[in-house]
């Protein structure tokens, strides 16, 4: 089986840069990734992080799709407890009046913050205890369902924007599998449960409206290059990130660097490989290697691919290298 191949962009702003110069990146990367033959691009929610500029996730997915003409755009995901569903209805009902059949709405149950930010949001930690509700109203809302109730999403309304659940452990595959819907797992960050998480979906998957049949999008890290030793160097921007994450340090994506042992230490350093266990770093031959394993094993229906490559150019042309591997 060979899954089909997408995209999350984290939207980097890079240290020396501007978060104009972030969107000019993105832009470039979704063109490049549609002439190469991707299947999507997801966005994610993320506040309060300067690194990261698609806190407007709406807005961004917006600009990707005006930028593109056929490859699917969208979240990954929106933190729906961070919004009334009506509002992200109505969003993302815009969105696909805008570019039909493009659009997708991943939703994720995690604030995509700190709990102070939380508290700007105007939100609280046990707002999550409403996301399965706020799922189903969701549905209804972009269904014609509500048509004829008090409330009604315009637009929104009977756009059947394609709902998928984000997750990182069994709640989220137990959850995807009672909706009836496509579930994305966050294996790029949060590798643990991923075995377990993917037997209760399958064995629990509903059929539903939207999804006939269990639909699995793996999240994995992947970075070629022409050598294995510059793949290992443009990867130490996204090693500097989990770091600078433990350190508790707000800062912009930072340019590889030669030595990575002279930056972390011992326990930022085994955090970091814990959370990148599902990362693919080298050559085409040598990351082809890899991918050949992991999804032997995890039988994914789509990749859901995270490039943390400072340098723009460079990162396209990993995303081009990684494409030829799947065209083999």
């Known amino acids: 089986m060979t899954p089909k191949l997408s995209i999350l962009d984290l939207v980097f702003v890079n240290e020396g840069q501007h978060v104009k110069d972030a969107f000019d990146n993105s832009v470039r990367s979704a063109q490049a990734a549609e002439e190469y033959g991707y299947n999507r691009i997801w966005v994610a929610e993320h506040h309060n992080m300067p690194a990261i500029a698609s806190a407007a996730t709406s807005v961004v997915i917006g600009l990707l799709a005006s930028q593109t003409k056929t490859i699917r755009i969208g979240a990954g995901g929106i933190m729906l407890p961070n919004h009334s569903p009506l509002v992200i209805a109505e969003q993302f009902?815009?969105?696909?009046?805008?570019?039909?059949?493009?659009?997708?709405?991943?939703?994720?149950?995690?604030?995509?913050?700190?709990?102070m930010t939380v508290q700007a949001l105007r939100t609280t930690a046990q707002s999550s205890n409403n996301f399965p509700q706020d799922i189903v109203e969701l549905q209804r809302l972009l269904s014609m369902e509500s048509a004829n109730d008090p409330i009604v999403a315009t637009p929104g309304l009977g756009s059947q924007v394609p709902l998928w659940i984000l997750g990182s452990s069994t709640f989220g595959a137990q959850l995807a599998a009672h909706l009836g819907l496509p579930y994305a797992f966050a294996s790029h960050f949060a590798p643990d449960a991923i075995q377990e998480a993917l037997s209760l979906y399958h064995a629990g998957f509903e059929p539903s409206a939207q999804q006939d049949k269990p639909y699995v999008m793996l999240g994995v890290n992947i970075i070629i290059a022409d050598t294995d030793e510059e793949a290992q160097f443009l990867s130490t921007s996204q090693k500097q990130s989990f770091a600078n994450l433990r350190r508790g340090l707000k800062k912009k994506f930072q340019a590889p660097i030669e030595d990575m042992d002279t930056y972390w230490d011992m326990h930022e350093k085994m955090m970091a490989q814990h959370m990148l266990h599902f990362s693919f770093v080298g050559s085409k031959e040598t990351v082809k290697r890899g991918l050949d394993q992991f999804i032997e094993r995890y039988r994914p229906d789509e990749l859901m691919v995270v490039t943390s490559i400072f340098d723009n150019e460079k990162k396209i042309k990993s995303l081009k290298l990684l494409s030829e591997i799947f065209k083999q």
């Not at 969105?95 to 995690?110: K, T, V």
């Open 93 to 115: 009902g815009t969105l696909e009046a805008l570019y039909p059949g493009r659009i997708d709405l991943g939703l994720g149950r995690a604030p995509g913050t700190d709990q």
